[in-house]
């Protein structure tokens, strides 16, 4: 049983075979992708309240330091977006910002808010006018906090991170890789395509990352909604002193995740914190979300490489380059995924529209 997996009722077992299985795996065992994609998004921190403190991080902001973006400053960010070409707003958050977060919690209710994810609605609907799809990754999230916002995204997603209990998550207010894979369940229950991913280098061993692979694994046979996975280094900041993980660690890593994954979901390798054209090898088909617009505000320290950089990544690699929207193509085509909401802002005859088409035809 995984820790914390009680608590939420995650009936979840590691498979010791199957873990010893992946151990077994390397890079000489996967193949290079024919192709890598990428999104077009922008980077909107809704807020940096968060009720954790992980050691590794520098996104959130203790109580009374932490910000929350008004509505005019959300459109603002999206409109430079759509300006731009991009196609994703992917918001951003803390974890649920509990009660010490008083001044957050004040500004909602004076802008007419009981949570922060019935604000986060009203900047899915923003974002959806200024003519981006909403990517949100709120964190941990229960079954009714996904449900208020899931018809106004065109995906989700939220980091598993590591299913291990780690000291980097531990202290008072430690997260629970029980909560985290609720919540992967959860938007497997509600039918939302989803983005998940592990986090190397922050304590977990080996063993811990083949789990955690095998546990996505696992859900996502259940529910078939999980359409990418990111491979992500720690990257060292003012927080984190360790170095990130060896490259024959994230090689390995890269290559299990390809390895123990149906060919339909993808695995991503983020170009800002890792060293990806040392891993296309290992089976990476995906950049992720690419901002020519905004920073990337979770790792501020690792600017974003240019789009050009990104074609270069593939030419080296000799294979093409294509854009995607922040769902994949499937979950578009079968029914039951998207909602009408986003099915009708892909097909209304706008600007925005238009430029979605572009993509999916790309
Ligand atoms: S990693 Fe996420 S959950 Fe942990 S402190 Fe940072 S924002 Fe909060």
Redesign the pocket.
């Known amino acids: 049983m995984f820790p914390g997996a009680d608590e939420y009722s995650v009936d979840l077992r590691v498979n010791e075979a199957a873990v010893d299985e992946l151990l077994s795996v390397g890079p000489a065992d996967v193949t290079a992708a024919a192709e890598l994609t990428f999104a077009r998004n922008v980077f909107i921190p809704l807020t940096?309240a968060?009720?954790?403190?992980?050691t590794?991080?520098t996104?959130?902001d203790v109580p009374g330091e932490a910000t929350l973006l008004s509505p005019s400053e959300v459109r603002k960010i999206c409109d430079r977006g759509a300006d731009a070409g991009c196609t994703e707003a992917l918001f951003t958050?803390?974890?649920d910002p509990d009660d010490r977060y008083t001044a957050v919690h004040d500004q909602l209710a004076e802008w007419g808010h009981d949570s922060i994810h019935s604000y986060l609605r009203e900047a899915c609907e923003i974002a959806l006018d200024a003519g981006l799809l909403p990517h949100a990754n709120p964190?941990?999230q229960t079954r009714e906090q996904m449900a208020q916002v899931a018809d106004l995204n065109a995906s989700m997603g939220v980091?598993l991170?590591t299913t291990a209990d780690l000291q980097a998550?531990g202290g008072p207010r430690g997260?629970s890789p029980g909560q985290r894979l609720h919540t992967i369940r959860t938007a497997g229950e509600l039918a939302v395509p989803f983005t998940t991913g592990i986090l190397v280098g922050i304590g977990e061993t080996r063993r811990d990352r083949a789990e955690s692979l095998l546990a996505i694994r696992d859900l996502h046979e259940r529910y078939g909604h999980i359409q990418e996975v990111i491979v992500q280094p720690v990257s060292p900041n003012e927080r984190w002193k360790e170095p990130g993980p060896a490259l024959e660690t994230l090689r390995e890593t890269t290559a299990m995740a390809r390895h123990c994954l149906p060919e339909t979901v993808s695995v991503q390798s983020p170009p800002n914190l890792a060293p990806v054209r040392d891993l296309l090898d290992c089976g990476v088909d995906d950049l992720g979300g690419v901002s020519p617009v905004t920073d990337d505000h979770?790792n501020p320290d690792y600017a974003w490489p240019a789009l050009r950089e990104l074609e270069s990544i593939a030419a080296e690699a000799g294979v093409p380059l294509s854009e995607r929207l922040p769902v994949y193509e499937r979950f578009l085509t079968e029914p039951g995924w998207v909602s009408e909401r986003v099915h009708k802002a892909i097909d209304a005859d706008t600007e925005a529209g238009a430029r979605y088409r572009a993509v999916l035809a790309d």
């Open positions: 940096t968060c009720r954790y403190t992980c590794y991080c996104y959130y958050f803390g974890d964190g941990d980091m991170e998550h997260k979770v």
